[in-house]
């Protein structure tokens, strides 16, 4: 993701490859990546003419949807195979002959209630079960489609494998095209049904998701909820001065469009056959960016050095409903979800994608620690939201904070944050598996290594490393498309397979075995700083980019070679390999409106799947570095239980937080002035997180859908202005002074 104020690379001692750590070589091949299995248990392209599983939504569920993990590796084998087919028991043969006569009987008395959607026909349900006539629309492959004059109605349960025709809500068709045993599952009466299964090697929804056996392949939905120029830059060409996602909703509020452009923008940026492709695609999860402004934003956030009252300008709330409905799509095709809090109050790193370029005000200076307070609270409701039952088989991660900038911030606040915000948060959940999700932390940009056993005993923290040669500060300049460094010596990538293998894969698994679960939530096939806005709206000339002269080409991925292609698809391979658990930024880079195409193509995985700079199978990875000749650090797959929620999960060592004191002394403060550090007070109106509402004609909805909140216990009122307190500008404060009295909370 782009970068426009800060490098967090370039200070002393940092590593220009991952993290800035030295990159040792080691002498061991991985095992961390099992190699690719063939297929079975795939859905025939009939859309379910068999059983795929004992637990598809017509049949009774036996298995738990609790989550367990397992202690030993695991290789892609679909899950169920250990299970004779339904179809096979002597108990379905003699059960059939009683159905057939039911069935012959029914068919008389009764509208027709499961329907089964064949390839290239979408069948409405018949009898009196719906209204609206068939839809007999022809999709023309994955990335077209037609519209139906009607929308039908479904109101009985639907799926559907590869070669099989999905009715989106608009009317528009597509043929889901999966050829890895995927299968959809649309389920009326309980929305939130959990049989979608997006791949043969991934467990289904209501299947355990196992740590250190299966695998995640996924990709970030960057720019869809928070917008970043490069992801979307024709909204930013539209609004000139506009920068970040404050100053274009600033412009877009004095045009009167800001409600209508972004809506717009949820609208169409992602679609249904958005999530559709990417699990066609092999991928199994999704990252998924909101900002805090889903929750709310506050008209009043202190006073500027102007004397001015400072709003946020954020379209407050109104993503959230398109965000539960791109969850109801994650849920459709089976792919879990990490979901990401992208944004924080005052700012966590100063990038554009924060909310605000410029200053961090989060965890530093004199509203740092207000802002860390607010931003617990929003933790807290989404905790509160996705740990119900409704969501917690589906948001398996929950990543509380994006890309705090450690090296402004310091260490010592950072991880004193976590501490607290762990707590918060398990104190929403429970500990042990099945309480809640995987809790992920950023590295704040230093080297993984430095993790090492923080927070032993720690109920399932995970850490989040974002690895990216692109701004490592460096010109990047080496060739693509020559002869890739080891390999045998027919193969095009240059440097950059192997060095994505001697970088980062030891690193990973290093991490793995000395802090525990290790994701990469972001990566990309970016070599280089070039693309429109990658390094900000205003860091677009050949002076501002690393690389320098000549990113017009980079640009400009129609006149790409295919050798050039060739070589970064050997690199996306090494890096998917090195990192093991990895998502890739990002699943789709919007046009240029001047230019009317993507210009940042390193960073779209869809249009490298499209052009072949993308591999149409993930698991093609495996074995790429040891391919190239990269000594790599083996991982077992085996986490220690508490890791992972299992026994001794949540019994944290007293010594292991005897220095991470709440509040912690922050940086652009004077000592002696700690004490009188702005704060907010729990006297606010608590918010909750609204639960999707569901209105198809002539279904009702039997499932419970919750109402946001998980534990009836937790009702300690919302963070709020202390009453008197003259607090400076939230967003901009670090050479505010102290204010003189009055706020702080009362003891």
């Known amino acids: 993701m782009s970068r426009s104020s800060y490098n967090p690379f370039d200070q002393p001692g940092l590593d220009p490859g991952l993290a800035h750590e030295s990159q040792p070589h080691f002498d061991q091949a991985s095992p961390f990546l099992d190699p690719p299995r ?11 003419a068999s059983t795929p599983r004992d637990d598809a939504p017509i049949l009774g569920r036996t298995g738990s949807s609790d989550e367990t993990y397992a202690s030993d590796a695991a290789d892609y084998a679909p899950r169920s195979s250990n299970s004779r087919p339904l179809y096979k028991r002597p108990r379905f043969l003699l059960a059939s002959g009683v159905a057939l006569v039911a069935v012959i009987i029914i068919a008389v008395v009764v509208p027709v209630y499961f329907t089964v959607v064949k390839p290239n026909q979408h069948n409405a349900v018949k ?56 299968f959809w599952v649309n389920n009326p009466e309980d929305p939130f049904d959990n049989s979608a299964q997006c791949n043969a090697w991934t467990p289904p929804l209501n299947t355990t998701w196992q740590w250190g056996a299966d ?59 958005d999530i559709a492709e990417i699990a066609g695609a092999g991928l199994n999860w ?89 931003s617990l609270d929003y933790m807290r409701i989404i905790a509160e939201f996705i740990s119900q039952p409704q969501w917690k088989d589906l948001i398996v991660i929950f990543s509380m904070i994006n890309e705090p900038f450690m090296a402004k911030i310091g260490r010592p606040p950072v991880e004193s944050f976590y501490w607290h915000a762990y707590q918060m948060a398990r104190g929403v959940t429970g500990t042990g598996a099945g309480n809640g999700p995987m809790l992920a932390f950023h590295d704040g940009f230093a080297t993984p290594a430095g993790w090492a056993n923080f927070l032993p005993g720690a109920d399932r923290i995970a850490l989040d490393t974002h690895p990216y040669f692109a701004f490592n500060g460096k010109a990047n300049r080496d060739p693509v498309n020559t002869t890739a460094d080891g390999g045998d010596g027919q193969e ?23 802090f525990g679960v290790t994701i990469a939530g972001e990566f990309s096939n970016a070599i280089n700083d070039c693309g429109l806005y990658v390094n900000g709206v205003n860091g677009d000339t050949a002076a501002d980019s690393a690389y320098g002269p000549g990113c017009a080409y980079w640009e400009d991925y129609a006149n790409w070679s295919d050798e050039t292609k060739q070589g970064l698809l050997n690199f996306a391979l090494a890096s998917m390999d090195a990192l093991g658990d990895w998502f890739f930024w990002t699943w789709k880079i919007g046009p240029s409106s001047t230019t009317n195409s993507v210009r940042a193509p390193l960073w779209s995985y869809q249009l490298g799947l499209q052009n072949g700079w993308m591999p149409p199978d993930p698991r093609a990875a495996s074995g790429k570095c040891q391919h190239f000749g990269a000594p790599m650090v083996p991982f077992d797959g085996n986490f220690q239980p508490w890791q992972v929620g299992g026994a001794g999960a949540g019994n944290v060592a007293p010594d292991a937080t005897a220095g991470l004191a709440w509040p912690p002394a922050l940086g652009n403060v004077p000592a002696a002035e700690q004490a009188q550090l702005p704060q907010y007070t729990p006297t606010g109106t ?17 499932a419970a859908i919750g109402n946001g909140w998980t534990n009836a216990q937790d009702r300690t ?31």
């Not at 459709?332 to 994608?353: A, M």
Request: charge should be negative; hydrophobic fraction near 40%.
């Open 717 to 747: 009122p919302a963070m709020a202005p202390i009453a008197g307190c003259a607090y400076p500008d939230a967003w901009d404060a670090l050479d505010a002074p102290i204010p003189a009295g009055g706020c702080q909370p009362a003891a």
């Open 686 to 702: 608590l918010s909750t997180l609204a639960p999707p509402t569901f209105t198809t004609p002539g279904v009702t909805v039997t």
């Open 215 to 273: 695998k995640i392949h996924g990709v970030n939905i960057g720019g869809l909820f928070v917008l970043e120029p490069f992801i979307v830059p024709a909204l930013y060409e539209a609004n000139p001065g506009s920068i970040d996602e404050w100053t274009l909703s600033t412009l877009l509020a004095q045009k009167g469009q800001l409600q209508s452009a972004l809506e717009d923008h949820y609208n169409t940026f992602i679609t249904e056959q």
């Open 492 to 514: 095009f990538g240059g440097q950059w397979p192997l060095l994505a293998c001697t970088s980062w894969g030891g690193v990973m698994n290093t991490s793995r075995q000395n």
């Open 38 to 48: 063939p297929l079975s248990g795939s859905i025939p392209d009939r859309s379910l």
């Open 127 to 182: 009898g009196g079960a719906a209204s609206g006539p068939n839809s007999n629309g022809h999709g023309n492959g994955a990335g077209s489609g037609t519209a139906s004059a009607t929308v039908p109605v479904q109101t009985a349960v639907t799926m559907g494998g590869d070669g099989s025709t999905v009715t989106m809500e608009d009317g528009t068709t597509f043929v889901y095209k999966n050829p890895f045993g995927g």
């Open 286 to 374: 999704i990252r998924l960016q909101i900002p805090f402004w889903a929750i709310e934003a506050w008209a009043d956030v202190g006073v500027d050095g102007n004397g001015q009252r400072v709003a946020e300008p954020f379209l407050a709330k109104i993503c959230w409903k398109y965000i539960l409905r791109l969850l109801g799509w994650a849920r459709k095709y089976g792919l879990r979800v990490n979901l990401d809090l992208h944004t924080i109050p005052g700012s966590q790193n100063g990038f554009n994608h924060s909310g605000k370029s410029g200053s961090i005000n989060w965890m530093n200076g004199p509203m740092g620690l207000a802002n860390a307070e607010r």
